[in-house]
């Protein structure tokens, strides 16, 4: 079922780790819908970068959530975030590009192999920030991200 001229369901759903574990990975419809608008925002992403999306975690049911060690309050088991990247461009370039752009979201992350954007229920914050990655584990900065060289893992 497609979503949007570029981006199905079953795209925005798959998983490898849900397949392995036998996680099922189904969105209810309020989701499907939740997931509509993310497909929206994935296309303004994919027009401003002139170049194909591919979305490496996009819904995640809560068991399948819990699995990868997901935020107990995850966009993405409401079908509102998807982590991305891009062929064209690293993950720093990328997240410049949207945050310096007029795309309307809620959070982007670099996340230093991928982009997290994520939207929400309420008021969309346009909320930047960048993860560093230290031996006590992940942590997000805010971050002014422009079209600057990505930042090392």
């Given at each position: 079922?497609?979503?949007?001229?570029?981006?199905?369901?079953?795209?925005?759903?798959?998983?490898?780790?849900a397949?392995?574990?036998?996680?099922?990975?189904?969105?209810?419809?309020?989701?499907?819908?939740?997931?509509k608008?993310?497909?929206?925002?994935?296309?303004?992403v994919?027009?401003?970068?002139?170049?194909?999306?591919?979305?490496?975690?996009?819904?995640?049911?809560?068991?399948?959530?819990?699995?990868?060690?997901?935020?107990?309050?995850?966009?993405?088991?409401?079908?509102?975030?998807?982590?991305?990247?891009?062929e064209?461009?690293?993950?720093?370039?990328?997240?410049?590009?949207?945050?310096?752009?007029?795309?309307v979201?809620?959070q982007?992350?670099?996340?230093?192999?991928?982009?997290?954007i994520?939207?929400?229920?309420?008021?969309?914050?346009?909320?930047?920030?960048?993860?560093?990655?230290?031996?006590?584990?992940?942590?997000?900065?805010?971050?002014?991200?422009?079209?600057?060289?990505?930042?090392?893992?």
């Amino acid at each position: 079922m497609n979503l949007t001229p570029h981006f199905s369901l079953s795209e925005l759903t798959a998983s490898q780790e849900a397949t392995r574990n036998h996680i099922d990975n189904t969105p209810a419809p309020a989701i499907v819908s939740n997931l509509k608008r993310l497909a929206g925002l994935l296309e303004a992403v994919r027009a401003l970068v002139d170049a194909p999306i591919t979305i490496s975690s996009g819904y995640r049911s809560p068991a399948l959530n819990e699995l990868v060690g997901g935020a107990a309050n995850s966009a993405h088991m409401l079908g509102l975030a998807a982590d991305i990247h891009t062929e064209k461009l690293s993950p720093g370039e990328l997240a410049g590009m949207i945050s310096e752009s007029g795309i309307v979201f809620d959070q982007l992350i670099d996340e230093g192999r991928w982009v997290h954007i994520a939207l929400s229920i309420g008021v969309l914050r346009r909320q930047v920030l960048r993860a560093r990655f230290g031996a006590s584990g992940i942590s997000f900065v805010a971050a002014n991200i422009g079209l600057e060289a990505p930042v090392g893992r």
